[in-house]
């Protein structure tokens, strides 16, 4: 085999960058759409168009449709954990409780949890997709309350307290739903409020 020129090198690196970048602009796409038109509305010929690319290019990146939305909502929501980590750079030592739960209320907010809560219904009716969605779930599941616990401080050998974080994240899930319908800012606050004390008092 020869030797790769300089030339070839310098092509194959801009070639690289926008695969990457109609890839992300198909993920960010697919969000959208399912948070805006829900599973029946989002195709991947809409989600193409949306992120102006064909939809041959689409589906060398995702063969399926489901192929795309579980890797759209996994994207966004590895994107929003490291975001997460980004708001108490310091951790535990120096995050305050109140601000450290009002973040993670703050996850099942937005365009994301809409897109999620979308998939998570269709998954529920579409045999092809809930095993791949009920995979996804847990390993999000799991990187949030991993997440939580740092910044939180929390032991978890201590009795009760991994029970006390997760009850913490189906909370603010549950407040996540409330919110779909209504503004729910002002009780929301409350609760964030009420929450981040019973913390202190259960976390020590």
Known sequence: MGEVST???AA???KQDRSRATRQRLLEAAVACLAEHGWAGS???VVAERAGVSRGAAQHHFP???????AAVEYVAEERSTALRALFPDGAAAADRRAVVAALVDLYTGPLFRAA???WV???NEEQLRPRVTELELRVGRDSHRIAVELLGADESRPGVRETVQGLL?????????NLLTDD??????VVAQWAALLDEALG
Not at 64 to 70: G, P, V
Not at 185 to 190: K, Q, V
């Open 122 to 124: 269709a998954a529920s």
């Open 64 to 70: 399926t449709r489901e192929d795309l939305f579980t």
């Open 43 to 45: 195709t991947v010929s």
């Open 185 to 190: 800012t002002a009780r929301r606050e409350r």
């Open 170 to 178: 189906d909370m603010a899930r549950g407040l996540g739903l409330a």
């Open 12 to 14: 194959r690196v801009p």
């Open 7 to 9: 030339a070839d090198r």
């Open 117 to 119: 809560l979308h998939l």
